[in-house]
């Protein structure tokens, strides 16, 4: 189960603070695997930002940020921008 | 089974290419240049009586019992200091010597209390022995005479030689009446364990050990037994033994606390432990321990401890003792509702890294192939896990490149964010003992540290950085030596790749890397970072040894990078005396993350998405395995949080004291539904358990540790689980509760089958450890009995990876709310989260957390040592004392996370390594001021230790 089809159950404002922080808490973790890969040219430092995520996250946490970033690339910084068609969605969904 | 003695050759076995052939007693023996002839005779068999002499201290010569008669030379030398020489022809029993010999012991028993009945060395004293031995029949000196035995003397007066006993130390006692002043103590203190705490007052007959200034407690000692091992009378005695006698077998285990995993002899009557003594064939220590392996050990008979399964519906309600089934199920149950109601992923579970391989891989398994996802992490997430990460990304393995002993090897010892004489007592004073032999040595760290400044130590560059700025310093010291020239080229050439070295070489070669630029941000004074700079890369073999001041940053895994950077760039990795090397906390989490603890990885360090690597695991378990890699546990708990994570098996563990930020954490665990706690104590975390095992302590458990040398040491069972089960027995019942079926015997057949799914494993089996002690891994073909050094001809990766290691300051920053920084540690008395040695007398020495600060800091405050102050971030504030002292920087706050009542980890927050999510423990910014009352954490917390631990139909006292 993803975790977009579970926190639609929890309707309410209670329920989008939590999930505006969580979301929040992984921008930031991205950002910081950004901020350390971006002292290395584009050609490395994408594939390997993209390829960290996919590595250590879960699927879930990866398809809740491609979910809320794919409509708002612009909110990320430049690097993680353009990593962020490179990291993969969980398998299966 | 019998006690275990080892054998004394009276002086330490030297190392030589050299030997020499001599004649004992007629019979020729050969044996290394530098031998004593007291040590050939014994290579033989032959003891010759010795009082002031024993293998683990440089020979004395002072008792005069040793005597012996060499061919050719006048006089009996002592054998103990005369090394044996090619064609000597030794004598070691005469008429001459025998009467020699006797009037020694007649001198010493004429100043000696005769009650050997009822001494507590009975059956275990050198004196005894001695006068047994040369075959003392009489003392004409009489007894009456002037002496130290008796408190008055014949004529009723007082007796100004006598001495009354110190029983200031919790755990052993000192009796001057029946010492011998043979030295062994003061010797074993400065030698061994390096602390120079003991000396003798006076001279010829008024000469005493004293440990100035008052007593063994008020003195600079730590406590670590040395000097009660050497003493070769009841001088100096282990309680326990003045309280129940001699021990009469024993067994060798491991010690359950650091990561240098001491291995000690169990010495027990039946199945009461009577004494743990370091044993010297244990690799990891050779004979040494530190207070809390040698003496802290009475936890596993407290009355604390928990021995009943319990389960409750809510966590407000009473627990209820049921039986081993009804937990069990119930658990089961749980966790299969759960994962019908809210999908695969939303449960998991926490190995411990204080539990054994074996139990470890039984839980990370019971996740894979029972819960049938990858949600489990260990605690090593929240210390070491920058260690794993930074290490495979340079070198290609996720451990520490030598042995102990190649310290002994090393010219330039740079110790960076570890506090060894505290975190790791026992490899401190391996350390120091090299450092008074001549290494050098740089120390990194915020505080003032012990090594800075110690009898016969002393840092030749102290570069006290601002917390949070250890890549900064590292690029600086890797400036320095780019720009001048320092680097060992045919090593880079040779082994590293070239194209990321000239990629690393020209990054830290920027200007904004140099110490002038970088001083800014460390705080050091950039003459000092050149000056350590150059002598760690020309001073011979140069060893970095770090801790979790490393690790535990934003930045921890970069700066993991950058010392690998400095060992490759200056050729100081793969012989021994070099290196890197982390100091693991606790006593396994080497081994934990070996297991297979990391959502991420199979046992061995495998990605779970690697096919061929998933496809062994399914066949030998018979399950398909999940290829996405699970929760961390910062990630369960913000799951929890948000609502989408419920079920968490905690084995061993109490993250609620812990971990960071408490209560997040706590939030986290109170959303679960279901928190299997599996324990011996109802910690911190057991507030918010459903269900509560009851687990084992290391007395009670057979296994594995692994230490931070990587070393396997046998754990071995010395009495029976209190609870009646083994933890591991438990675990396998719960998989089996759970629907999947799992089998072993013995913990030896799951070591087995850890050999058969681990290269870095396939040659390791509980026989080989029988056989060999202890073995490193990797064992395996290649290395059948192990590997004391890694990256020898070659790095593990292959060729040695320079990383850019670009400094960015942590997002915690000070500022008007927060002007100070506070950074966290640990002490010698205690351990971790204290669970274990708060149950000793360990709290002689520290009984609470305090705050230290600098004079500067307190004074603008109004703070007085020993005020109760407030210390406050943005995550939440606490109540402690302060502490005023010199070894804090000003601007710099320092406190441990010992005592839960404290509550250290309400202050610290949620920012964490960018690749591991290893917590920042070590930066938080914090304000402190004076206060006349306990937070309202704290508050809540001192009645929730009531309301939350309740026991149906018992007091509620019966917890902690
Ligand atoms: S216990 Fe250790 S530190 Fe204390 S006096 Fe003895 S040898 Fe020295
Ligand atoms: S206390 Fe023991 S070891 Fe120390 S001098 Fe006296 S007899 Fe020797
Ligand atoms: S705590 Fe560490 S140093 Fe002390 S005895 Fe145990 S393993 Fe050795
Ligand atoms: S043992 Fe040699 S002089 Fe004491």
């Known amino acids: ?26 921008a930031r973790m991205a950002g910081q695997i950004a901020d350390f890969f971006k002292a290395y040219p584009d050609a490395e430092a994408v594939p390997a930002v993209a390829d960290h995520i996919n590595q250590f996250w879960t699927g879930g946490m990866r398809d809740a940020f491609i979910d809320a970033y794919s409509a708002r690339p612009e909110d990320l910084p430049p690097l993680l921008r353009r990593a962020l068609p490179l990291i993969r969605p969980a398998r299966g969904s | 089974m019998a006690l275990i003695k080892e054998i004394d050759y009276g002086t330490p076995i030297r190392l030589s290419e050299k030997t020499v052939t001599l004649s004992i007693d007629g019979q020729s023996v050969t044996v290394p240049a530098g031998t004593s002839v007291m040590a050939a005779a014994m290579s033989l068999g032959t003891k010759i009586p010795k009082l002031c002499a024993t293998d683990s201290l440089e020979p004395f ?7 012996v008669e060499i061919e050719g030379r006048r006089g009996t030398p002592a054998s103990c200091t005369t090394p044996a020489e090619d064609g000597m022809v030794v004598r070691t029993q005469s008429e001459n010597l025998s009467g020699l010999r006797k009037g020694v012991m007649e001198l010493y028993i004429s100043d000696h209390p005769l009650d050997c009945l009822t001494c507590s060395a009975n059956g275990d004293c050198e004196l005894q022995d001695m006068a047994g031995a040369v075959g003392l029949r009489e003392v004409r000196y009489g007894y009456e005479g002037e ?6 003397t014949a004529d009723g007066l007082a007796n100004e030689n006598w001495l009354a006993k110190d029983t200031s130390n919790p755990y052993f006692t000192y009796d001057p009446s029946k010492c011998i002043v043979c030295n062994r103590c003061v010797r074993a203190c400065e030698e061994v364990q390096g602390t120079f705490a003991l000396t003798i007052a006076g001279r010829g007959f008024d000469s005493r050990v004293a440990a100035g200034p008052t007593d063994f407690l008020g003195s600079e000692c730590v406590s670590c037994g040395a000097c009660v091992q050497a003493c070769p009378t009841a001088t100096l005695m282990e309680n326990k033994v003045i309280e129940h006698g001699q021990p009469e077998h024993s067994k060798v285990t491991t010690c359950a606390y650091c990561g240098v995993g001491c291995s000690f002899k169990a010495e027990m009557q039946g199945d009461r432990v009577i004494r743990m003594v370091p044993y010297k064939d244990g690799k990891a220590n050779e004979g040494h321990s530190c207070v809390k392996g040698r003496f802290a050990w009475g936890y596993a008979n407290h009355r604390d401890r928990m021995t009943k399964p319990m389960i409750r519906a809510r966590i407000t309600d009473p627990w209820r003792e049921v039986s081993w089934e009804e937990a069990i199920s119930h658990a089961a149950s749980e966790f299969k509702r759960i994962q019908a109601r809210y999908g695969r992923e939303s449960v998991g579970a926490i190995t411990s890294s204080r539990c054994t391989n074996e139990e470890v891989f039984l839980v990370q398994k019971l996740v894979r192939a029972a819960f049938r996802n990858n949600n489990v992490d260990t605690c090593a997430r929240v210390c070491h896990s920058p260690t794993g990460y930074g290490l495979k990304t340079t070198l290609g393995t996720s451990a520490g490149t030598q042995d102990f002993k190649s310290v002994a090897k090393a010219d330039v010892i740079l110790i960076i964010g570890a506090n060894p004489t505290d975190g790791h007592p026992v490899f401190a004073s391996r350390m120091k003992k090299r450092i008074r032999e001549g290494a050098r040595l740089i120390v990194a760290d915020p505080r003032r540290i012990d090594m800075v400044k110690s009898p016969h130590i002393k840092a030749d560059y102290h570069l006290p950085l601002r917390p949070g700025t250890n890549v900064a310093l590292l690029n600086a010291l890797g400036h320095v030596v780019v720009t001048e020239g320092l680097i ?8 590293c790749d070239l194209d990321a070295f000239e990629q690393w070489a020209r990054f830290v070669a920027r200007e904004e890397n140099s110490p002038e630029a970088s001083e800014q941000y460390t705080g050091v004074p950039a003459a000092d970072v050149r000056a350590a700079a150059r002598l760690y890369a020309t001073g011979g073999n140069g060893a970095i040894y770090y801790g979790l001041g490393v690790t535990e940053h934003s930045q921890g895994s970069t700066t993991v990078m950058a010392m690998a950077n400095l060992a490759m760039a200056t050729g100081n990795i793969g012989r021994d005396g070099v290196g890197i090397n982390p100091l693991r906390g606790q006593n396994n989490v080497q081994g934990s993350c070996d297991m297979g603890s990391f959502p991420h990885e199979f046992s061995g360090y495998r990605h779970v998405a690697d096919d061929s690597t998933r496809q062994v695991f399914e066949m030998m378990w018979g ?46 665990l109170a959303a679960m539904e279901c928190v299997v706690i599996q324990d ?9 358990a459903h269900v509560f095992l009851p687990g084992a302590s290391f007395l009670e458990k057979d296994g594995t540790f692994t230490n931070a040398e990587r070393r396997i040491n046998r754990v071995r069972q010395v009495m029976a689980p209190l609870s009646g089960k083994d933890e591991w027995q438990v675990t396998i019942e719960l998989a089996r509760a759970l629907g999947y079926e799992m089998s072993y015997a013995h913990p030896g057949e799951i070591m087995d089958e850890i050999a058969r799914l681990t290269p870095s494993f396939a040659g390791v089996s509980y026989d080989k450890l029988e ?15 192990g590997t004391p050094l890694m990256h020898v001809d070659r790095f593990v990766r292959g060729k040695g990876q320079f990383m850019i290691t670009e400094f960015i300051a942590t997002d915690e920053r000070t500022g008007p709310r927060f002007p100070l920084l506070l950074t966290t540690g640990r002490i010698l008395s205690q351990y971790n989260v204290g669970a274990q040695t708060r149950r000793t007398e360990n709290g002689a020495w520290h009984d609470e957390d305090v705050l230290e600060i600098h004079p500067f800091d307190a004074e603008s405050r109004g703070i007085r040592d020993g005020d109760l102050v407030s210390l406050a971030s943005r995550s939440g504030d606490i109540a402690l004392r302060a502490e005023i002292s010199e070894r804090m920087q000003p601007g710099v706050v320092y406190t441990t996370f010992h005592h839960a009542k404290t509550g250290a980890n309400v202050i610290t927050t949620d920012y964490s390594d960018w690749a591991t999510n290893c917590p920042e423990y070590k930066v938080t910014a914090v304000e402190v001021r004076r206060t006349n009352h306990y937070s ?22 019966a917890a902690e």
């Open chain 1, 1 to 26: 189960m993803t975790e977009a089809a579970l926190t639609t159950a929890d309707a309410g404002s209670a329920g989008d603070d939590r999930k505006a922080e969580h979301l929040a808490k992984l």
């Open chain 2, 61 to 67: 010569g002072s008792c005069r019992l040793c005597l």
């Open chain 2, 147 to 152: 002496n130290h035995v008796f408190a008055k």
């Open chain 2, 488 to 495: 060992d080229e045919s090593y880079v050439r040779e082994r």
């Open chain 2, 623 to 668: 399950v398909p395995l999940d290829p996405e890699q699970g929760l961390r546990i910062t990630n369960m708990l913000d799951e929890a949080v948000d609502g989408t994570f419920k079920g968490l098996y905690v084995q061993g563990e109490d993250i609620a004291q812990s971990d960071p930020n408490t209560k997040h954490v706590t939030a986290g």
């Open chain 2, 680 to 688: 011996i104590f109802l910690n911190e975390t057991a507030k918010y």
């Open chain 2, 771 to 785: 056989k060999l002690g202890s073995v490193q891994w990797p064992c395996n073909e290649k290395a059948p009995t």
């Open chain 2, 936 to 957: 309202q954490w704290q508050e809540k917390n001192f009645e929730e230790d009531v309301t939350l631990r309740r026991i149906a139909e018992r007091l509620p006292d």
